[in-house]
Protein backbone atom coordinates (compact mmCIF):
# COMPACT_ATOMS: atom_id res chain seq x y z
CA UNK A 1 0.00 0.00 0.00
CA UNK A 2 0.91 3.61 -0.98
CA UNK A 3 0.03 6.19 1.76
CA UNK A 4 -0.18 10.04 -0.19
CA UNK A 5 -0.51 13.11 2.66
CA UNK A 6 -1.13 16.36 1.21
CA UNK A 7 -0.62 19.79 3.09
CA UNK A 8 0.22 23.50 2.02
CA UNK A 9 -3.15 24.31 1.13
CA UNK A 10 -4.81 27.40 2.36
CA UNK A 11 -6.35 31.16 1.56
CA UNK A 12 -4.64 33.57 -0.72
CA UNK A 13 -5.48 36.53 -2.10
CA UNK A 14 -6.03 36.43 -6.17
CA UNK A 15 -2.77 36.90 -7.52
CA UNK A 16 -0.77 34.77 -4.97
CA UNK A 17 0.66 31.86 -4.61
CA UNK A 18 0.42 28.58 -2.78
CA UNK A 19 3.25 25.83 -2.65
CA UNK A 20 1.49 22.17 -2.49
CA UNK A 21 2.84 19.40 -0.97
CA UNK A 22 2.29 15.69 -0.85
CA UNK A 23 4.43 12.27 0.52
CA UNK A 24 4.32 9.27 -0.01
CA UNK A 25 5.11 6.67 2.24
CA UNK A 26 4.80 2.71 1.87
CA UNK A 27 5.38 0.77 -0.85
CA UNK A 28 8.15 1.87 -3.58
CA UNK A 29 8.04 0.93 -7.05
CA UNK A 30 10.87 1.63 -9.98
CA UNK A 31 8.64 3.45 -12.11
CA UNK A 32 5.22 5.24 -10.93
CA UNK A 33 3.83 8.74 -11.84
CA UNK A 34 2.39 11.32 -9.01
CA UNK A 35 -0.68 13.55 -10.22
CA UNK A 36 -2.20 16.78 -8.89
CA UNK A 37 -6.22 16.85 -8.96
CA UNK A 38 -8.92 19.37 -7.93
CA UNK A 39 -12.71 19.73 -7.61
CA UNK A 40 -14.47 22.49 -6.90
CA UNK A 41 -17.83 22.59 -5.09
CA UNK A 42 -20.77 21.13 -7.58
CA UNK A 43 -17.46 20.22 -10.43
CA UNK A 44 -16.10 16.93 -11.57
CA UNK A 45 -13.19 15.83 -9.96
CA UNK A 46 -10.14 18.05 -12.42
CA UNK A 47 -6.95 16.75 -13.48
CA UNK A 48 -3.79 19.33 -13.18
CA UNK A 49 -0.59 18.47 -13.62
CA UNK A 50 1.48 14.59 -13.20
CA UNK A 51 4.88 13.45 -13.07
CA UNK A 52 6.06 10.31 -13.97
CA UNK A 53 9.88 8.87 -12.44
CA UNK A 54 11.10 6.23 -14.76
CA UNK A 55 15.06 5.67 -13.50
CA UNK A 56 16.46 8.77 -14.20
CA UNK A 57 14.21 10.79 -16.11
CA UNK A 58 11.33 12.23 -15.31
CA UNK A 59 8.20 13.45 -17.20
CA UNK A 60 5.60 16.04 -16.27
CA UNK A 61 2.22 16.93 -18.12
CA UNK A 62 -0.39 19.51 -17.02
CA UNK A 63 -3.57 20.60 -18.32
CA UNK A 64 -4.38 23.69 -20.45
CA UNK A 65 -5.60 25.53 -17.46
CA UNK A 66 -2.43 25.08 -15.35
CA UNK A 67 0.25 25.47 -18.04
CA UNK A 68 2.37 29.23 -17.42
CA UNK A 69 0.98 29.18 -13.66
CA UNK A 70 1.29 25.76 -12.13
CA UNK A 71 4.60 23.82 -12.11
CA UNK A 72 4.79 20.16 -10.93
CA UNK A 73 7.91 18.64 -9.39
CA UNK A 74 9.63 16.00 -6.97
CA UNK A 75 11.98 14.44 -4.94
CA UNK A 76 12.83 10.33 -5.38
CA UNK A 77 14.95 9.27 -2.30
CA UNK A 78 14.91 5.77 -1.36
CA UNK A 79 11.43 4.58 0.27
CA UNK A 80 9.86 8.45 -0.11
CA UNK A 81 9.01 10.63 -2.66
CA UNK A 82 7.34 13.91 -2.62
CA UNK A 83 5.78 15.70 -5.05
CA UNK A 84 5.15 19.29 -5.14
CA UNK A 85 3.00 22.25 -7.10
CA UNK A 86 3.57 25.43 -7.17
CA UNK A 87 0.67 27.56 -7.64
CA UNK A 88 1.59 31.63 -9.15
CA UNK A 89 -0.64 33.76 -10.40
CA UNK A 90 -4.11 32.46 -8.55
CA UNK A 91 -7.21 33.10 -9.24
CA UNK A 92 -10.58 32.23 -7.62
CA UNK A 93 -11.98 29.90 -9.95
CA UNK A 94 -9.00 27.70 -9.25
CA UNK A 95 -10.27 27.41 -5.90
CA UNK A 96 -10.94 24.01 -4.90
CA UNK A 97 -10.18 20.48 -3.03
CA UNK A 98 -6.55 19.86 -4.45
CA UNK A 99 -6.04 16.14 -4.13
CA UNK A 100 -2.87 14.09 -5.04
CA UNK A 101 -2.78 10.72 -6.81
CA UNK A 102 -0.45 8.18 -7.69
CA UNK A 103 0.17 4.46 -9.66
CA UNK A 104 3.07 2.38 -9.98
CA UNK A 105 3.17 2.71 -13.82
CA UNK A 106 5.04 5.61 -16.35
CA UNK A 107 2.57 5.38 -19.06
CA UNK A 108 0.75 8.21 -20.34
CA UNK A 109 -1.72 6.67 -21.56
CA UNK A 110 -5.02 8.04 -19.55
CA UNK A 111 -2.38 10.29 -17.41
CA UNK A 112 -5.24 12.91 -16.85
CA UNK A 113 -7.87 10.62 -15.87
CA UNK A 114 -8.77 10.26 -12.21
CA UNK A 115 -9.30 6.21 -12.92
CA UNK A 116 -5.70 5.64 -13.93
CA UNK A 117 -4.50 6.02 -10.39
CA UNK A 118 -4.52 3.46 -7.64
CA UNK A 119 -3.98 5.80 -4.51
CA UNK A 120 -5.07 8.74 -3.24
CA UNK A 121 -4.36 11.48 -0.49
CA UNK A 122 -7.38 12.63 1.41
CA UNK A 123 -6.85 16.27 -0.80
CA UNK A 124 -5.91 20.01 0.72
CA UNK A 125 -8.48 22.64 0.40
CA UNK A 126 -7.07 25.63 -1.40
CA UNK A 127 -9.37 29.42 -1.42
CA UNK A 128 -8.39 31.73 -3.04
CA UNK A 129 -10.09 35.21 -2.67
CA UNK A 130 -11.32 38.12 -5.06
Known amino acids: QVQLVESGGGLVQAGGSLRLSCAASGRTFSRYTMGWFRQAPGKEREFVAA????????????ADSAKGRYTISGDNAKNTVSVYLQMNSLKPEDTAVYSC???????????????????WGQGTQVTVSS
Open 51 to 62: ISWAGGSTSTYY
Open 101 to 119: AAKASTSSVGISGYAYYDY
